[in-house]
């Protein structure tokens, strides 16, 4: 008796990468860079009796309302607007870039040619883990944008908590996702290892280290690095296959 045929395997296609909403979508998780030169800004028009110490200045800091003695330290920050726009531009990106970026395309963005295969399977489900996590991070960014820490609401070290867990679980999602398509991968699961390190470290220890504002930075920074390099992927990607179809059109 012959074995019984075997189910025919799911046709791959390739997502549409070259779509205006997978443009803008890329160019909005990149605008995520915009942050250290506010930040930078802002740490030159320092009014505090002592300049800024980005080694032991903590970052909301620079967002405080009012000038004076903060849980201990010393606070005047003169640009905290510019600071706290800066928080909300930066979620706002992130938000965008999670609604704007199709789960295909995240499958695909590594590595030019690749198709996938429709239906609940792994890659999908990490990319759309990827969207979910990088959407959680902006909203958490943009409360903390919106709720400075010397506003006397939880929400602002809430946001912040949210911003690093999830930004970094969104990289290293990402990064699996990545491994075999493209050695940034790599760097993007640094990235999201050394902001959960600095994440635990910082829980267990209560910020009661030498230099609380490098390892506050060690849990952002790499976050905010992270996400960028992952939008410059995403951006080449859709930016290649635009390109690709424009000189199509016009190719006899």
Known sequence: MSPAPSAAPAATFLPDTASTRQYIGAWSVLSVLQYFAAEAAVVMAWAGPR??????????????LN??????RQVCSP???LMNASFV???LGMLLGAVLLTSGLLCVAARP????EPGPRRPWLAAAAVRVLTGAAGAGTVVVGLVPEDAGSPLHFIGAVTYFL???AALLVLGFLWL??????????????????????????????????TLERLMGYPVTVGMATAGIVIARRVHR????LRASAIAP
Not at 241 to 244: A, D, F, G, S, V
Request: aromatic share 10%.
């Open 51 to 64: 300049p800024y110490d980005l080694r032991t200045g903590y970052i909301s800091d620079l967002g405080a």
């Open 67 to 72: 000038c004076g003695i903060y849980d201990g």
């Open 79 to 81: 640009l905290n607007w």
């Open 89 to 91: 531009v930066q979620g």
């Open 113 to 116: 040619g690749t198709r996938v």
């Open 166 to 168: 999830t930004g970094a």
């Open 180 to 213: 075999r398509k493209a050695r940034m991968a790599w760097f993007l699961l640094a990235c999201g290892t050394v902001s959960l390190a600095a994440l635990a470290t910082g829980g267990l220890t209560g910020m009661d280290v030498p230099e609380p504002g």
């Open 241 to 244: 296959h635009r390109k690709y």
